[in-house]
C-alpha cells in the first residue's frame, strides 16, 4: 500500500452498510453488496434486519456472492419449512437455522470477517434487540422470525421475533456503532404499489403498508447518507421463484448511485 493510499484510508469515513427486511425483496442485497465488491466501495461493518440480517450475515461469514447468487436462485424454500402443530407459530424453524448455520459456516460473531449487527424485537417489551455476540445463525433466525409464522427465538429471558417488526431499515443502530457515513438499502418503499381492495384482509394490509410508508419517509428515510432503493414493488415479499431479478435490481440500483456513493465514502 502506497503513502497516498493509506492518507486517503485514514481520511475515508467510517461507513456503515444497512441491509432492511423485505422478505424474498430482500435477495435485492445480493446483487447490492456484488456491485459493492467489484467497484471496491469499502465499508465498515453490516446491519442487518430479517432478510437483510441474513444476507449481510452470510456475507460477513466469507460466502462466495456469486456462488450465494446461484444458490437463491436454485433454492426450494419450501425444503426449509418445517410445518407443527401451531402454538406460536406454524413453522418450527428447526431447518431454517440449519440452513443459516450452513452458510455462515458456524461462526460466531467474533470470527466473521466483518463486524456485523443483526436486529431483533423483543415481541414482549416492543423494544428493539442489536445482537452481537455468540453464535450468528442464533442471531439470524431471530431477526427472520415473522410472527405468526415462525416460532418465537427464546434469548435471555426475551422473546424474539423479526426484526422488521421495530426496526425494518436499522440506521440508527448503524449510527450508534460508530458510523459516519451510511449506505442504506430499502427493498420495500421505492415504488408506490396500488393495493389490491377486495376485502376486510386487503383493507388491514393496505393500511399497515400505509402506515409503515409514512413512518419511513418520515423518520428513517432522511437518516440515511445514501439510500439504494431497488425497484421491486411488483415482486411479492414471497417471491423467493423470482430471486434472479431481485438480484438484478439490486445490482441496477447501485449502478444508478455508484458516483454518489464513491463522493461519499471519499474513494
Known sequence: ????????????????????????????????????????????????????????????????????????????????????????????????????HLLTKGKSFEELSLPLAVVATDILTGESVVLNRGVVSEAVRASIAIPGVFVPVEYEGRLLVDGAVTSRLPIETARDMGAERVIAVDVNFAE????????????ILASIDLLERQIFTGLVKPQADILVQPKLGHISSSGFDRAEECIQRGREAVLERLDEIKRAVNV
Open 1 to 100: 500500500m502506497t503513502e497516498q493510499d493509506l492518507s486517503c484510508e485514514k481520511s475515508r469515513p467510517r461507513v456503515g452498510l444497512v441491509l432492511g427486511a423485505g422478505s424474498a425483496r430482500g435477495l435485492a442485497h445480493i446483487g447490492v453488496l456484488q456491485v459493492l465488491r467489484e467497484h471496491r466501495i469499502p465499508f465498515d461493518f453490516i446491519v442487518g434486519s430479517s432478510m437483510g440480517a441474513l444476507v449481510g450475515a452470510v456475507f460477513a461469514a466469507g460466502a462466495d456472492l456469486d456462488l450465494l447468487a446461484k444458490l437463491a436462485v436454485n433454492l426450494n424454500v419450501n425444503m426449509l419449512l418445517d410445518i407443527g402443530v401451531p402454538r406460536m407459530g406454524f413453522i418450527n424453524g428447526k431447518k431454517v437455522q440449519e440452513f443459516i
Open 192 to 203: 408506490a404499489a396500488q393495493p389490491r381492495i377486495r376485502n376486510a384482509i386487503h383493507v
